[in-house]
């Protein structure tokens, strides 16, 4: 498998997962900003395919 990531999937990210908003992150989390980040976006990430799904079921 190739190391690159799409030009696609980095536009998407760009576009679904904002810069560094420590605001947003839990208190317990606030002294790790990678896990934050890697956190927040995850759940950006699953709020979209949930997002997605459920409009795919709609049209059924």
Do not use: T
Not at 6 to 30: A, K, N, Q
Request: proline share 10%; net charge negative.
């Amino acid at each position: 498998m190739e190391p690159n990531i799409p030009m696609m999937v980095e536009s998407l990210y760009s576009y679904f997962v904002p810069g560094l908003l420590p605001e947003y992150w839990p208190d317990y989390l606030r002294n790790d900003p990678v896990r934050a980040h890697g956190l927040w976006s995850f759940y950006q990430g699953l709020r979209l395919g949930i997002q997605i799904a459920d409009a795919c079921l709609e049209k059924l």
